[in-house]
């Protein structure tokens, strides 16, 4: 009967109608042993997220040595699709500004900009941090259907959806605090939890690399960077700035300190890092400052922002380069080179944009 009550309780329950439960134990789902998650139906390939982050599901044997870890009532929820009592969690009435990763892989799951209170006694979002960091299976245990939400990536056990939040989604992801772990805004994270340079599915092996690249209006960029030879894909976004969830009018306000920029994915076997640079140097006018042409503000600032010391290191020698060897005659080159913050992609409308307008950019092709 308890194990019952703890479903309903977290499928949707005022906290007026709650039955007063005592912290303690896990409830289990009754979903069986073993779970299929999505980390279980790995099918090799290697995935990056749009903010990113390598969201490839970790093979069966990495998740197993990572859960050992755990402590027995994190084990319970994230393994076994267990439950916390209500209001037992501890991230319940957290309200700090900060990201709530995987208590297992460390993956950015959810961030404080889109918590609210539920008032249902566990943890609540009306989105992800990025969509493709969380999956959704139907769950069917308990004699109803409902949406269990996992880790894209290990497939720890999170909580499960529900179509009753708030606007803009309307969703109210209901979340276990095991699940999770919390990293106050600003606190350095965990390499685990940061945008990262990917080695393949099965570990050996370069697999594919993520760069951010700054340089004026981002249409041009991010049709030029994906003519590359290597180069996977590019993405028009936002970064560097303050704001959370910034879109187009608030970046073109000038207030925010994001900059327009493209997150290029490549294959580091096909295309040197150094190779990136060499074309982003001559598709851009790197010594103006705050401005490309005639698009003019801080957010089309010249700009990289490297994800590892060793694209730091490239970047800089490869501009002290440029400055000695006179490919700029005297002139002061202005690009940043900065450790890179999230990435929000922009809307889909700035994506490929040239492509689907036919219209023309400042940017010539370097290839």
Not at 216 to 225: A, P, S, T, V
Not at 246 to 259: I, L, Q, S
Not at 271 to 279: K, P, S, V
Request: aromatic letters at 10%; proline letters at 5%.
């Amino acid at each position: 009967m308890m194990r019952f009550l703890t479903t309903v309780l977290m499928a949707a329950v005022p906290v007026s109608m709650m039955v007063a439960a005592g912290c303690g134990a896990p409830r289990t789902s009754g979903q069986g042993s073993p779970r299929e998650t999505a980390a279980s139906r790995n099918d090799g390939t290697m995935k990056i997220s749009k903010t990113g982050y390598d969201v490839t599901p970790l093979p069966p044997e990495t998740v197993a040595e990572l859960a050992g870890k755990l402590d027995t009532e994190t084990y319970q929820i994230t393994q076994k699709a267990g439950t916390e009592r209500p209001f037992c969690g501890t991230l319940l009435d957290n309200k700090k500004d900060g990201v709530y990763t995987c208590v297992v892989c460390g993956l950015p799951l959810f961030s404080s900009e889109h918590k609210f209170n539920s008032g249902t006694g566990w943890p609540s979002f009306w989105r992800e941090f990025d969509p493709e960091h969380v999956a959704r299976l139907s769950d069917n245990s308990h004699g109803m259907v409902r949406t269990e939400i996992e880790c894209a990536r290990c497939g720890a056990h999170l909580g499960h959806v529900f179509e009753d939040g708030p606007k803009p989604t309307g969703e109210r992801h209901c979340l276990n605090s095991a699940s999770l772990e919390f990293f106050d805004k600003g606190a350095a994270l965990p390499a685990r939890s940061q945008p990262t340079t990917a080695k393949s599915a099965d570990g050996k092996g370069d697999g594919k690399a993520v760069a951010y690249f700054a340089g004026g209006c981002f249409w041009g960029l991010e049709h030029y960077f994906q003519k590359g030879p290597g180069v996977l894909d590019a993405v028009s976004g936002y970064m560097q700035g303050d704001v959370e969830n910034p879109d187009y009018k608030v970046v073109c306000d000038d207030t925010t300190g994001h900059a327009e920029t493209v997150m290029v994915t490549y294959d580091p076997s096909r295309i040197r890092y150094g190779q990136l640079l060499e074309a982003f140097f001559k598709m851009h006018d790197a010594t103006q400052v705050n401005r490309q042409g005639p698009d003019i503000g801080a957010q089309y600032r010249s700009g990289i922002w490297y994800v590892n010391d060793s694209q730091k290191r490239e970047a800089e020698a490869f501009i002290r380069e440029l400055m000695s060897n006179g490919a700029y005659k005297g002139r002061k080159i202005a690009t940043e080179v900065a450790a890179a913050k999230r990435f929000w992609p922009a809307e889909d409308y700035h994506q490929d944009y040239i492509v689907r307008t036919g219209r023309t950019c400042h940017v010539t092709n370097p290839w």
